[in-house]
Structures are given as C-alpha cells and as structure tokens.
C-alpha cells in the first residue's frame, strides 16, 4: 500500500512570497490532515477535511493560510504572504474514517514538506 | 487545559542499553494514548496504541505502559539500536460526547541518540 505522498520536500522563500504544498493521501483514506511542526515542538493541526468538506480549520491562520481539497482525494495548502514565523515541517496525514471509537483508528503521516521563510 | 509533557526532552545512550521515555498528560476525558517515533526528515509513525482500559501494550523492543489513575505513561525501549534514534512522541486523544475521538495532542517529544 502506497502511503501519503507529499510534495515538494524543501522550499525556500522570502518573506511576503507565497507558497503551496501537495498532499496525496493513502487511497481510500476520507479524512485529511494538515499539522504544522516548528522545529522542537509536536506536530499541530492546521486544518482537518473529511472527504471534500472541511471539519476543524479553528487554529488555521486564515488571514494568510487556505486549504482545499476539492474531489475529496488530494489537498493543497497554500501560505500567502509568508512570516518568518512560518518556517516549520508541514505535514499531511489522513486516515480512514473520522472519529470512530476503534483504537484502529490511525492516522498515516506523510514525509512532510520543510518550508524556509528567510 | 489539555497538555501532554514529556520528559526528559533529549537523551543520549550507549547501543544496547535499555531506556525509558516518560509522558505526563491532563486530558480528560481520555480516550487513548500513542507513542510515535519520527526519524529526522520524516513524518511520525505509530508504535503503540493504548484506552483507557489497556496499562501495557509491546511493538517488539518497544513497551509502552499506561496509568490512567495518575495520567502517566512510559515507553521503554530495550536492547537499543542505531536505528532507534529518534525523536519519540506522546500523543493523547481526548474522548468526546457520544464516545468519539477527538483531534490528536501532541507532546514535544523526547530526542533519543543511540551511540556506538
């Protein structure tokens, strides 16, 4: 089974440029995540879809960051303008279903995208 | 406030030695409870999964243990490898109204070095 696709790996952008990343998740998968990690810190979430609706985009900045996942397959998440402060991993994962009660609920992280804001 | 700690926040042992990881957390009502390890450069994969009910669960060299009483929980590793440096996190899931999950959180993780 192929896992969650991630893409580009590296960026590097000036502030006040704007930026997007790829996500391609485990086929099948209805729920999609977007964490943010700063380096040090654990993984937070962005934004949380299931299928092509959105259900948890509440620490989401969304004067600068959007999301979208129109077909309900792959998402992107796009920054614009870049802070500084934005330099960080950003990660996807997804998962099969949303808030099951089964401990095999699992969530399939991505190799995460690092994003340089200089 | 829902929190997870953990400690201590890097570490650095011999290949071979056994260690332990600790996590403190405050959320509740608690559903479960996951120990990660993210390599450098790569997204978390999960080791454990443990509710409520379970105060053990092994992934081969790795034992998580679980307290709900005293909301703690460890990851002992044992007979460390190279491979096993890492970064190791705790990650709680709160249980909402009707028994679901909620959304993931995320400690700070603990950084492991395994040296020759």
């Known amino acids: 089974e192929a896992g969650v696709a991630q893409s580009p790996r590296y960026k590097i952008i000036e502030k006040r440029q704007s930026v997007a990343f790829w996500c391609n998740p485990i086929s099948g998968h209805a729920t999609l995540y977007w964490y943010q990690q700063i380096l040090g810190q654990g993984p937070k979430l962005l934004i949380q879809?299931?299928?092509?609706?959105?259900?948890?985009d509440s620490q989401l900045p969304k004067d600068r960051f959007s999301a979208e996942r129109l077909k309900g397959v792959d998402s992107t998440l796009k920054i614009q303008p870049a802070k500084l402060e934005d330099s960080a991993v950003y990660l996807c994962?997804?998962?099969?279903?949303?808030?099951?009660?089964?401990?095999?609920?699992?969530?399939?992280f991505g190799p995460g995208t690092r994003l340089t804001v200089t | 406030k829902n929190q997870v700690e953990q400690s201590p926040q890097s570490l650095i042992i011999l290949e071979g030695k056994n260690c332990t990881l600790q996590c403190n957390y405050t959320v509740s009502p608690f559903s479960n409870l996951r120990w990660y390890k993210q390599d450098t450069g790569r997204g978390p994969v999960s080791l454990t999964i443990m509710t409520f009910s379970e105060n053990t669960k092994s992934n081969g060299r790795y034992t998580a243990t679980l307290d709900a009483d005293t909301k703690q929980s460890s990851l002992h590793i044992t007979a460390s490898q190279l491979s096993d440096s890492a970064s190791y996190i705790c990650?709680?899931?709160?249980?909402?109204?009707?028994?679901?999950?909620?959304?993931?959180?995320f400690g700070k993780g603990t950084k492991l070095s395994v040296k020759p």
């Open positions: 879809f299931q299928n092509n609706g959105v259900v948890d």
């Open positions: 990650v709680v899931s709160p249980r909402l109204y009707g028994g679901s999950q909620g959304n993931l959180i």
């Open positions: 994962a997804s998962s099969p279903q949303l808030g099951s009660t089964s401990i095999s609920y699992e969530q399939y």
